[in-house]
């Protein structure tokens, strides 16, 4: 059989440029996760917050407690920050950096007492976890591998144990905690703007089932608004000991209640994606 002969369009020199720009910033796109995982572990959007939401870089280093010599590599850092959109730059001169907050890193700000706040920082460290990274650097090798179903998702193919599992707490108890905090944070998100801005859904009413939802912050959320609304919460065993016992919390192995409506979450996919869910 006679080979079959393909023709390819050599790129113009504008387009090798874009396509090496293009290629770096993919290659290196993780230390902008790295560096919003720094920025979250030394306390940055609360210690900006705590400045009157601007600060620069000089106040910013002694709020931190950071060593003086640090100053140019946190200007590094917070360039970055910026540039990726997670804080923003408030330069009013030449000479002095300043950086404020904006509406992404408000959520990472600890201690905030607003309705409509929920403190993201656990999600954030949950999705560039070490155990997490670990399996995303085995996923070729997890394609690679022929695997008996049901599929293994890479995370539990490395470690043994699925993400968002009662087992996940024998791998490493902190992470099983940092997840489930992480994921309870996302769930809880932006619930109160939902019920402002789309309440028609809830009109009519009675009853609503939240499936896995978690220790029932949003069930009560939409009671507070609608109490003539009958919520129940389906969790998992291990979330439903540990939620308030007001009554809302359901064993989904157990008893699935009847309802007019169910609350579905973009939840463990979203959280876990590729690297640890099936689905």
């Not at 387009?15 to 993780?30: P, V």
């Not at 905090?181 to 801005?197: F, K, S, Y």
């Not at 609350?263 to 463990?268: E, I």
Request: net charge negative.
């Amino acid at each position: 059989m006679a080979a079959r002969s393909q023709t390819m369009v050599v790129p113009t020199d504008a387009q090798l440029l874009k396509a090496q720009a293009d290629l770096w910033r993919h290659s290196l796109y993780y230390l902008t996760s790295m560096a919003l995982k720094c920025a979250v572990e030394l306390g940055i959007p609360t210690a900006i917050h705590n400045l009157g939401g601007t600060t620069n870089l000089p106040d910013l280093v002694a709020a931190l407690s950071l060593p003086a010599n640090k100053l140019p590599f946190l200007r590094r850092l917070m360039r970055l920050l910026v540039t990726s959109g997670i804080f923003e730059s408030g330069n009013n001169n030449l000479t002095v950096e300043n950086y404020c907050l904006n509406p992404l890193s408000w959520l990472l700000v600890e201690g905030v007492e607003a309705e409509d706040h929920t403190y993201q920082k656990y999600f954030v460290l949950g999705t560039v976890s070490r155990h997490y990274v670990d399996a995303s650097l085995t996923l070729a090798d997890w394609f690679k591998k022929d695997l008996s179903p049901p599929l293994p998702s890479p995370f539990e193919e490395l470690h043994g144990v699925p993400l968002l599992h009662e087992k996940t707490a024998q791998l490493d108890e902190e992470l099983d905690r940092i997840v489930r905090e992480g994921v309870a944070a996302h769930d809880n998100l932006a619930m109160g703007t939902i019920i402002r801005e789309c309440g028609e859904i809830f009109m009519g009413l009675q009853s609503l089932t939240d499936c896995s939802g978690g220790d029932g912050t949003t069930a009560r959320a939409i009671t507070k608004v609608y109490p003539h609304i009958k919520c129940n919460v389906l969790q998992q065993p291990q979330v439903v000991h540990t939620a308030p016992t007001d009554g809302l919390a359901v064993d989904i192995f157990k008893f699935v209640p009847p309802a007019q409506a169910v609350l579905l979450k973009v939840r463990n996919c979203n959280f876990s994606h590729l690297f640890s869910c099936n689905k």
